[in-house]
């Protein structure tokens, strides 16, 4: 985030390596916290969606979620990156 900045930033949770997404969402909130983060899983929402949201992530998707559905939120959360609250995708 040094030498770029992304309008967005989409983070898989469940990365493999030393760092989770959601060891990835805390790293870059303390580095950015204006660029908008979409969480996405194939974990159901109930497991981590509150989490990320709290973690500083604008939007949580489901993999299984369209593509329509994911470009909807991409759209939502870079509109709305001078407001501090979540978006939430409309499939709960």
Known sequence: ????????????????GDESGLDLITDIRKRDTHVPIISISLHDKSLYEAKVLHLGAQAY?????AASEMIQT???VVSK??????????IQ
């Open 61 to 65: 998707l489901m993999k299984q979620e």
């Open 74 to 76: 991409i759209r939502q």
């Open 81 to 90: 990156t001078t407001s501090p609250s979540p978006v939430r995708s409309k």
């Open 1 to 16: 985030l040094q030498n770029v900045k992304p309008d967005v930033i989409i983070i898989d949770i469940s990365l493999s």
